[in-house]
């Protein structure tokens, strides 16, 4: 392996080591268990207390899916999917057909144990694999999505690049994302980061430049800060009650949970990172074209 591939591999088993330091199915079930819940009679709004990882939850997937007017029988990659909540909602409330892929291994596993548990066995597929080299067919997908992923890729313009190669033509991306704001160093450890050598916040300038490097069009980018704020605040309350609820994303992170909280809290307050949502369209196949 060439000094490049080294690194690569070395930042896919850290990430792996940071998202899942243990068994997370294990941990699921035991966290069910212990919130009094039978998890062999589990329903998707049980798991949406947890298995909508990204900042907004379940009400922010929903808006997005609104917000592009997702049709069913829609053909959806969802990279990053982690335990498929949002791959879940997308297909029992819009009609999709989703195909979720995650570089953590124990995450897939997870996500393909939690659909079966909730009724959804088999009508999600779900894959291990890198976001820069994505194990699916060019051209296989009328919608790319993707939420709160892009601070752990280094290479963005890789990842626009791959969008754009699975995407069919006039297909879309639709993106939750991390970026850059000008009130300081980001603060860790975060969700996505324990530290700053596995974080790759992109500025929203660079995020847009991938983009456009990929020949993918921009058709909506908004600031959606506030309503991450909103929801961590609420995350924040829970998790500093005592009688706080037993499930909840402390069922995925499972150390540091708080300071995590806090610290994800103070960075989009302060302005060192902002949330946005953003959709890119690939041009169309030209007429009279394959």
């Not at 909540?85 to 819009?94: D, F, H, I, V, W």
């Not at 897939?108 to 659909?115: F, G, N, P």
């Not at 990842?159 to 297909?171: C, D, N």
């Amino acid at each position: 392996m060439d000094s490049a591939v080294n690194r690569a591999h070395a930042l896919d088993e850290a990430l792996n080591r940071h998202y899942a330091p243990e068994d997370v199915s294990a941990r699921i079930l035991h966290s069910l268990r212990a919130a009094g819940l039978d998890p062999e009679h589990l329903t998707r709004d049980d798991a949406a207390l947890f298995d909508e990882f990204h900042g907004g939850g379940r009400e922010s997937t929903r808006a997005v899916a609104r917000a592009i007017a997702l049709a069913p029988g829609t053909r959806v990659l969802d990279i990053g999917c982690g335990i498929g909540g949002p791959a879940r909602t997308l297909t029992a409330e819009c009609g999709a057909v989703v195909t979720g892929v995650d570089l953590t291994h124990e995450f897939i596993t997870a996500a393909v144990m939690l659909s079966e548990r909730v009724g959804m066995g088999g009508q999600i597929e779900f894959l291990q694999g890198s976001a820069l080299d994505l194990p699916v067919p060019d051209a296989s997908f009328d919608l790319v999505w993707s939420q709160n992923m892009l601070m752990n890729l280094p290479d963005k313009p890789q990842f626009a690049r791959e969008v754009a190669r699975v995407l069919k033509p006039g297909g879309r991306c639709a993106i939750e994302a991390v970026v850059a704001g000008e009130g300081g160093d980001i603060l860790y450890p975060c969700f996505w980061a324990s530290e700053a050598a596995l974080s790759f916040v992109p500025t929203a300038v660079e995020l847009r430049a991938a983009f456009a490097q990929a020949d993918m069009t921009e058709t909506h980018w908004q600031d959606n800060t506030s309503k991450v704020l909103a929801h961590a605040q609420r995350r924040l309350a829970g998790l500093e009650r005592s009688d706080g609820p037993a499930l909840g994303i402390g069922v995925l992170v499972p150390d540091r949970v708080t300071e995590k909280t806090r610290n994800g809290l103070r960075n989009n307050e302060e302005g060192r990172t902002a949330a946005i949502q953003a959709v890119w369209q690939k041009a169309p196949a030209e007429i009279g074209g394959v």
